[in-house]
């Protein structure tokens, strides 16, 4: 079995899902998240980096120091986070590995859980593959393991070999999930003059556009009183919601869009009579449209205002992260070294796509660590049907041993600056 699978099997048994429960600010969201950051830091130790630690926020860091007559190159950072996603549970994961030939792929049986290239149209592409799946009844966690999988074979292979390279740093973040991996990242400390984040899907795929996102927490005040005698009195809270969603384009949602197209999404919604509240995910890649979806939402509020009275409504709207399109642009050659890694690992024509979600590079490129976002193979993420392909994370622990590589780094260099 290729070491980096082992290193993957190995890594989604552990509970890391994230919490966002856990009140603002406080870094990690859940304390198990520590036991993978744990182990990590042992194997970074075993590998030979220096300086690798955990911080109190579950920060792992760690330096692999460049070769002998490599310090002059850029410093590159690789990032991976450590939690998975609370959409569905990450505890007592059962991976196994299943080949695909085409037709129906039974995950389980006795739960129904069973693919097919009609309703999942990306499954062709894995034909004759070997897919790791979760057992249906967790996810997977390849998202983002299975690129703290492929950073740490990575790092290992190129050692072995020898290969020259110059100063990487390596960092393992929690709580992207949630939003929160940024908050106490030191971008200082890091050291990085780049870095790149293992956490997107197919090979072929890389990115340095992402949504802008937001979120809006709707919180709706009613009065409750019996049935039989509240002509007239009561204010139901749950029909307020029915009214504000209703007030939302309908074919703005995550259903009925893809591409660079952006949405409104009913994240969730809990409550009774009196108070309900309700939590959407605003997103869109152009800013101005962003803005108008912010709009949309204030206009929402007002009407249901004018409909159920003043204080019947709260409506706050916190951003969570940019589009980094707009740092990178101007940054050809980070992208460039990307797209030439891609290429000496084996594929044939890498593809820019929009991410239609964000990353920890979302957020820390604003901050100024330039941090476009590369495979690590990850399908279908965040549900019981995620799987990532033992081809693909061996194609991505390639490309990362070329990233980094110094006559590959010295090259792009000199062509695009």
């Known amino acids: 079995m290729e070491k980096v699978v082992s290193r993957f099997l190995r890594y989604v048994r552990i509970h890391t899902e994230s919490d966002p429960s856990a009140p603002p600010g406080v870094l990690p969201s859940a304390a198990r998240e520590f036991d993978l950051a744990r182990l990590l830091v042992d194997e970074l130790r075993e590998l030979g980096l220096t300086d690798a630690h955990v911080d109190e926020h579950c920060y792992v860091y760690a330096t692999l120091p460049a070769t002998p007559g490599c310090g ?3 410093v590159i950072g690789l990032l991976a986070h450590m939690d998975t996603s609370p959409d569905l549970t990450g505890k007592d994961v059962n991976p196994q590995i299943l080949h695909y030939d085409g037709g129906e792929l039974v995950i389980n049986r006795e739960l129904g859980v069973v693919m097919d290239a009609e309703h999942f149209p ?3 592409r894995f034909l004759g593959e070997d897919l790791i799946f979760a057992d249906g009844r967790t996810l997977l966690g390849a998202d983002d393991k299975g690129g703290i ?14 290969t020259p390279h110059g100063t990487v740093k390596v960092a393992f973040t929690p709580d992207e999930e949630i939003g929160r991996g940024p908050l ?13 984040t293992l956490d997107g899907p197919a090979p072929n795929e890389y990115a340095y556009e992402t949504f802008n996102a937001a979120q809006a927490q709707v919180t709706l005040t009613g009065l409750s009183v019996h049935p039989g005698s509240s002509k007239g009195l009561m204010k139901s809270a749950l029909l307020m919601s029915m009214d504000f969603n209703a ?5 703005e949602t995550p259903f009925h869009t893809d591409g660079r197209e952006g949405f409104f999404h009913l994240l969730s919604l809990t409550g009774n009579v009196e108070e309900t509240r309700m939590i959407y995910l605003i997103r869109d890649h152009d800013s101005a449209r962003f803005a108008e979806r912010k709009a949309v939402m204030e206009k929402a509020a007002e009407e249901l205002r004018r409909r159920w009275g003043s204080d019947c409504i709260r409506l706050e709207i916190t951003d969570q992260y940019p589009n980094m399109a707009k740092w990178l642009e101007d940054k050809p050659e980070i992208v460039a070294l990307a797209v030439a890694a891609m290429r000496l690992a084996g594929v044939e024509d890498p593809v820019a796509v929009a991410i239609r979600g964000g990353t920890d590079g979302s957020q820390l490129t604003s901050k100024g660590l330039p941090c476009p976002n590369l495979p690590c193979g990850t399908q279908y993420a965040h549900g019981r049907y995620e799987f990532v392909s033992v081809q693909a994370l061996t ?12 006559d590959l780094v010295k090259r792009v260099m000199e062509e695009n600056l």
């Open 247 to 251: 007030l939302l384009p309908p074919l």
């Open 122 to 124: 990306e499954l062709d």
């Open 149 to 162: 999988a492929v950073i740490l074979q990575a790092l290992e292979d190129l050692i072995a070999a020898g």
């Open 184 to 196: 106490g990242f030191d971008i200082p400390g890091f050291g990085a003059d780049f870095a790149y």
């Open 72 to 74: 002059a190159l850029p």
């Open 395 to 406: 194609t991505c622990k390639e490309m990362v041993k070329h990233l980094v590589s110094a």
